[in-house]
């Protein structure tokens, strides 16, 4: 082979591949404002809603993580890799964790719905499975409660689905 062929060669794979790459750096870059822009926006409507902090955090680093996945889709994509298979592979992997992972994820969407209408606060005295005792936290999995001197983690989603009987601290009476 010719040095002039090797050059030609060259030639066309780089004008081949020129804007694709072009592409990925526009993609990149679009997708990272977005990423702040979200981050932005997220953060600004859980203050105007006033939602739990551990709430908003992961309101966050999910929308992060989901913007993240569809730009590596696109940048596969624009570089001409035949995406319909990631994307199917992706859902039957999704399939698989949440129904691997079904009580985990119920404690936490149980969470999220626990600090979102709040039923009961820090503070306030509780009965529910047969335990009593005052909430000291409300994290996204567990519930935290003092009783008699030990602490007890009640999962969320037994709180969600089962009766509760809340007792205001202050006055002693039930709300």
Same mark, same amino acid.
């Given at each position: 082979?010719? =040095?002039?062929?090797?050059s030609?060669?060259?030639?066309?794979?780089?004008?081949?591949?020129?804007?694709?790459?072009?592409?990925?750096?526009? #993609?990149?870059?679009?997708?990272?404002?977005?990423?702040?822009?979200?981050?932005?926006?997220?953060?600004?409507?859980?203050?105007?809603?006033?939602?739990?902090?551990?709430?908003?955090s992961?309101?966050?680093?999910?929308?992060?993580?989901g913007?993240?996945v569809?730009?590596?889709?696109?940048?596969?994509?624009?570089?001409?890799?035949?995406?319909?298979?990631?994307?199917?592979?992706?859902?039957?992997?999704?399939?698989?964790?949440?129904?691997?992972?079904?009580?985990?994820?119920?404690?936490?969407?149980?969470? #999220?719905?626990?600090?979102?209408?709040?039923?009961?606060?820090?503070?306030?005295?509780?009965?529910?499975?047969?335990?009593?005792?005052?909430?000291?936290?409300i994290?996204?999995?567990?519930?935290?409660?003092?009783?008699?001197?030990?602490?007890?983690?009640?999962?969320?989603?037994?709180?969600?689905?089962?009766?509760?009987? =809340?007792?205001?601290?202050?006055?002693?009476?039930?709300?």
């Open positions: 082979m010719t =040095v002039q062929k090797i030609q060669a060259m030639l066309f794979e780089t004008t081949l591949w020129a804007p694709r790459l072009l592409g990925v750096v526009v #993609i990149i870059l679009v997708y990272f404002v977005l990423i702040k822009i979200l981050k932005t926006s997220v953060k600004n409507l859980t203050e105007k809603f006033e939602l739990d902090a551990h709430l908003s992961l309101l966050v680093r999910a929308s992060r993580v913007l993240i569809i730009a590596f889709v696109s940048i596969l994509g624009t570089l001409g890799i035949n995406v319909m298979a990631l994307v199917a592979g992706l859902g039957l992997t999704g399939f698989a964790i949440g129904f691997a992972l079904k009580d985990t994820i119920s404690n936490l969407l149980s969470g #999220i719905l626990l600090l979102l209408y709040q039923p009961f606060e820090i503070g306030d005295t509780i009965k529910v499975l047969g335990y009593e005792g005052e909430v000291t936290d994290d996204l999995r567990y519930t935290n409660i003092e009783s008699h001197g030990s602490r007890v983690l009640i999962p969320n989603a037994k709180l969600f689905t089962d009766p509760i009987t =809340v007792l205001n601290v202050k006055s002693g009476i039930e709300k």
